[in-house]
């Protein structure tokens, strides 16, 4: 491990909810710890505030697309933290619709492998040059 990588544990389980435009509605007690944010400078915030610049924008414009047509998105994402550290997940974004009708999405994320780190950073890597 790098040193200004943080590393998920096992049981880490990160959560957040946002809006049809990316915009921060709800963040757990993990995705805060991770990302170094606090919680309030988070809600109202685009999720584009933990973007690391090493994930091709392609790989966004697949994740918008899948979630904007009513399917869920997995895939394996590099986030940056506010004092400038990063953490690799695998995520999990679905579409849905609250009870009061409001449309948005809701994002799960746990820990990469090694492996898994190593051969996305590999192949985002390529798709940059």
């Not at 746990?110 to 492996?115: C, G, L, R, T, Y």
Request: net charge neutral.
């Amino acid at each position: 491990m790098k040193e200004d990588e943080l590393e998920l544990t096992n049981d880490s389980f990160l959560v957040s909810e946002t809006d049809e435009e990316g915009i921060i509605r709800f963040a757990n007690e993990q995705f805060c710890k991770y990302s170094e944010f606090p919680l309030n400078e988070l809600i109202g915030k685009p999720h584009s505030i933990v973007r690391h610049k090493d994930i091709p924008a392609s790989v966004f414009e697949d994740l918008w697309k899948t979630i904007q047509a009513g399917n869920i998105w997995r895939g394996f994402v590099k986030n940056s933290t506010k004092k400038g550290k990063y953490y690799w997940v695998y995520a999990t974004i679905y579409p849905y619709t609250s009870c009061d009708g409001s449309k948005g999405y809701i994002s799960c994320r746990k820990k990469a492998s090694k492996e898994e780190i190593e051969k996305y950073a590999n192949i985002y890597k390529n798709m940059l040059k």
